[in-house]
């Protein structure tokens, strides 16, 4: 009877014991898999216009009424401000009264000196006189031909007072109203901003630009823009010119990328965040940054091994990319990576895996 209850007493505590075995922890696994990424880095960058065209006054005097709408287009030779043309005609026309004048001086003395010649043949004249009409003329000559010079410059002085737009593009607004006196040594009128095409203007750091070069990619890498709201610019550019010198504050050399800017979406002076992206250069082995660890030995990540225990992957990852760690060593293509459960396990315990679903 003893043993009988004895036996019992075993058997109903093996069964608790058995009983209060928790259950195996359930984690969700996604596989480290070969995959071709581009390699991208972001930038703040700055727009600026192709061309940038400062309307100045070149004359002096009372400005007439603008001849455009602030922010409309403009093409080039379109006339945009006039400065008291009739000033600048009255100048000409004085020159060209001048100029008149010295040319019939310059008739009379050619006169003279061809009656000083007849008359030295007929020994009626001297040769002092011929010398004495001879240099009339030449100077005569050389008044009109200053008056010349002063009638051209004064035309060109008289072009100034009609400003006309240099080039086609989009023109900010008026600085100056009409009636001010303007001249050469003041601000800008306006300014005209070409805007088809636009430039991003960044500076890289000499590690990224040597990077760069050191992996000696053939391929020109891709360059996206980040509006304001976070949404990318519909159009691509390209990278269209490296700085020669370096920044010696920042150790960063500076980029241009150009893009074109068919429906006015960027405008000069914009902040924008500048991305670039660089071919892929051939498959490498990725694994979610969601399923990165570290301790004081490093960065690794959880498995499920074989025996679908969970086992530790000491990694080196070369750079992030998205979501996604590029993994240069420490794990291999379709290893399972627990990205759901990790804080619940440890290496050793025996887990039940779930997959997780395709694009999370």
């Known amino acids: 009877m003893k043993r009988m209850l004895i ?38 960058g700055r727009i600026e216009a192709a061309e940038r065209v400062e309307i100045r006054a070149r004359v002096s005097g009372v400005l007439g009424a603008p001849k455009f709408r602030d922010g409309e287009r403009v ?31 310059a008739q009379l003395a050619e006169l003279n000196f061809d009656r000083a010649q007849e008359l030295l043949k007929t020994n009626a004249g001297t040769r002092a006189t011929v010398d004495q009409r001879k240099a009339e003329l030449a100077k005569a000559t ?25 080039v086609e593009g989009r023109i900010g607004r008026t600085t100056v109203t009409q009636g001010n006196i303007v001249s050469a040594s003041g601000g800008p009128l306006a300014v005209i901003v070409k805007d088809d095409r636009m430039q991003a203007v960044f500076s890289v750091s000499q590690r990224e630009v040597l990077d760069y070069r050191k992996r000696r990619v053939t391929k020109e890498p ?57 071919p892929a250069e051939g498959a490498q082995v990725v694994v979610p940054q969601v399923a990165l660890a570290s301790d004081q030995s490093g960065t690794f990540v959880l498995v499920v091994d074989g025996e679908g225990k969970v086992a530790v992957r000491r990694l080196r990852i070369e750079r992030l990319s998205g979501d996604m760690a590029i993994v240069s060593e420490g794990i291999k293509d379709g290893e ?24 999370k």
Do not use: C, W
Not at 232 to 250: A, K, P
């Open 7 to 44: 036996a019992a007493a075993a058997v109903v505590f093996h069964a608790t014991a058995h009983a209060q075995q928790p259950p195996a922890v359930t984690v969700v696994v996604k596989q480290a898999e070969l995959r071709a990424v581009v390699r991208d880095s972001e930038f703040v």
């Open 222 to 278: 891709m360059v996206r823009l980040k509006l304001a709201d976070g949404s990318l610019y519909g159009q691509t550019g390209t990278i269209d010119y490296i700085d020669n010198v370096v920044d010696s504050r920042t150790d960063g050399q500076l980029l241009r990328a150009t893009f074109a800017n068919p429906d006015g979406q960027l405008s000069h002076g914009q902040t924008v965040r500048i991305v670039v992206e660089q």
């Open 142 to 166: 050389a008044s009109v031909q200053m008056g010349e010079a002063a009638l051209a410059d004064a035309r060109i002085t008289f072009g100034y007072t009609s400003i006309l737009a240099p």
């Open 336 to 359: 399972p990576v627990i990205v759901q459960g990790m804080q619940r396990v440890r290496p050793g315990m025996k887990v039940n895996v779930q997959r997780a679903e395709a694009g």
């Open 75 to 105: 093409k080039t030779g379109q006339l945009l401000y006039e400065i008291e043309p009739e000033v600048y005609q009255a100048a000409v026309d004085a020159k060209l009264a001048q100029l008149a004048s010295a040319k019939a001086d």
